[in-house]
């Protein structure tokens, strides 16, 4: 982002509005009352039961009052409520939250600070995993909608999110986070990865390396591209020509990775220093340099558990999941309470902490 974007002074949050991308925005709050089948009712001019009978695909109902019924259904973007059963006594608020894996430790401080968030506003916080398929982040999105949460958080994995126009427009608030949507006007807080990585690839310069490697993530997400961006800012600015062989982007499972690294180790001219796109890929490089000859320095994007203890520690661009989650959250129950209009892109710094890996000297 535009180093010039206004920040606040006190927490050095990034915020700019998010510009529509689709459409006319709705007017007034977008976040009220979801139709239900009285309102359906009222528009096709039947019975609450013979909306019930075409929700449900009961039989008993002519073509033209199905027909009705639905374009009612369409017009009001009504969704039926799967949960209503077990709520006949009374309705606890409940928030979504769609994580990319929830094996992932960089997931565990986000999804808390997120639960405390709703636990503090007297909701349920239920999660799932999309296993970073589109389909399935699609899935489990419209399968929380159809039991009537409240809200949404989601790490997206896809970058179409039209699905969600409707459930928008009936009422759901929902809240991006560390990716922004695809496609359609949402909040979104992201952490700083183009200054993050130009940050990082810069200290590696500042010690003296010019032959610098970048191992990331499938160049589709958002944040390895914009990690990839933040790496060739920093060349550019100390005026070092990126060869290609020095920049592998793709799946993060370690045999993809330690081959990566192990090519640019090789060879007659090899890198001297790599910066790694996340923790996982971090973790691999670790392990290949750990059976190296001669020693490489090493920064990698997200701080990850024992970075410190390891002999040289690793030096991290570190990024605040927590607090990624609680901006998330309260920006969510900001729009439950009627208080937002305007989506916003929220921005959080990162920060650099260096532990020795970064600061060793090329060996040649």
Not at 95 to 122: K, N, Q, T
Not at 234 to 258: F, K, Q, Y
Not at 270 to 281: H, L, M, S
Not at 323 to 347: C, M, N, W, Y
């Amino acid at each position: 982002m535009d180093r010039r974007t206004p920040v606040d002074d006190r927490t050095g949050q990034r915020i700019v509005p998010e510009t529509a991308r689709r459409g006319d925005r709705v007017s007034g709050t977008r976040y009220g009352n979801r139709p239900t089948m009285k309102d359906v009712a009222a528009r096709a001019g039947v019975g609450l039961k013979t909306v019930s009978r075409v929700v449900n695909g009961e039989p008993g109902v002519t073509p033209d009052t199905e027909r009705r019924v639905q374009e009612a259904i369409e017009a009001l973007g009504f969704r039926r409520n799967d949960s209503a059963r077990v709520l006949r006594k009374g309705r606890t608020a409940s928030i979504g939250l769609v994580l990319e894996d929830l094996a992932d430790p960089f997931y565990g401080p986000l999804s808390r600070a997120v639960e405390e968030v709703a636990r503090a506003h007297g909701a349920l916080l239920i999660n799932g995993s999309s296993a970073e398929d589109p389909d399935r982040e699609q899935e489990l999105v419209l399968a929380l909608c159809a039991r009537r949460v409240d809200g949404l958080v989601v790490i997206p994995a896809g970058d179409d999110h039209r699905y969600l126009e409707p459930e928008l427009k009936a009422g759901v608030a929902t809240v991006f986070v560390d990716r922004p949507a695809g496609r359609i006007d949402a909040d979104v807080v992201l952490s700083d990865s183009f200054g993050g990585a130009r940050d990082g690839v810069a200290h590696l310069i500042a010690h003296g390396h010019r032959r610098i490697g970048f191992i990331g993530d499938r160049p589709r997400i958002h944040t390895a591209a914009e990690r990839l961006r933040g790496y060739r800012a920093a060349m550019e600015d100390a005026g070092i020509p990126v060869e290609p062989s020095w920049m592998s982007l793709g799946v993060t499972d370690p045999e993809r990775v330690r081959r990566a690294a192990e090519e640019m180790l090789s060879g007659p001219v090899p890198v001297t220093a790599i910066f790694a796109g996340n923790n996982r890929v971090t973790v691999t490089v670790v392990r290949v340099l750990a059976e190296h000859d001669h020693p490489v320095a090493l920064v990698g994007f997200d701080d990850f558990e024992l970075a410190d203890l390891l002999k040289p520690g690793v030096t991290v661009v570190a990024q605040d999941a927590a607090a990624l989650g609680r901006t998330a959250a309260e920006r969510l129950f900001r729009q439950l309470d009627g208080s937002l209009v305007t989506p916003e892109r929220i921005e959080l710094p990162t920060r650099l902490i260096t532990r020795g890996s970064g600061e060793l000297p090329p060996a040649d």
